[in-house]
């Protein structure tokens, strides 16, 4: 059984940074796709980062060049670093990982059916 715990949330100034990390048991990160989704208060669910197989990633237009997608074999972890965080970055933050989708990721949610139970991110102005 897959499970996803994800860590690192907290609350920071806007500009700031914060680095959120996914740790997962029985799962094998270099098959398939992983990546992180967010839902903000009375907002549905948006993809953030996803990274595939090979090592290829995406990103949502709103967060390219500050945020960024790795894994992390060593730890077993997927992170993801966020720099110049804005107010509007403030969501509930998902771990997502596929056992069955390799290549290409993106952000159709059916495409991922392990979810962790997330982690909150709030950015003051």
């Known amino acids: 059984q897959v499970q996803l715990v994800e860590s690192g949330g907290g609350s920071v100034q806007a500009g700031g940074s914060l680095r959120l990390s996914c740790a997962a048991s029985?799962?094998?990160?270099?098959?398939?796709?992983m990546g992180w989704f967010r839902q903000a208060p009375g907002k549905e669910r948006e993809g953030v980062a996803v990274?595939?197989?090979?090592?290829?990633?995406r990103y949502a237009d709103s967060v390219k060049g500050r945020f960024t997608i790795s894994k992390d074999y060593a730890k077993n972890t997927l992170d993801l670093q966020m720099n110049s965080l804005k107010p509007e970055d403030t969501a509930m933050y998902y771990c997502?990982?596929?056992?069955?989708?390799?290549?290409?990721?993106?952000?159709?949610?059916?495409?991922?059916?392990?979810w962790g139970q997330g982690t909150q991110v709030t950015v003051s102005s």
């Open positions: 997502a990982a596929s056992t069955w989708k390799r290549w290409p990721c993106g952000f159709k949610e059916s495409d991922y059916n392990y």
């Open positions: 029985g799962y094998t990160y270099s098959n398939y796709c």
């Open positions: 990274v595939d197989s090979d090592g290829s990633t």
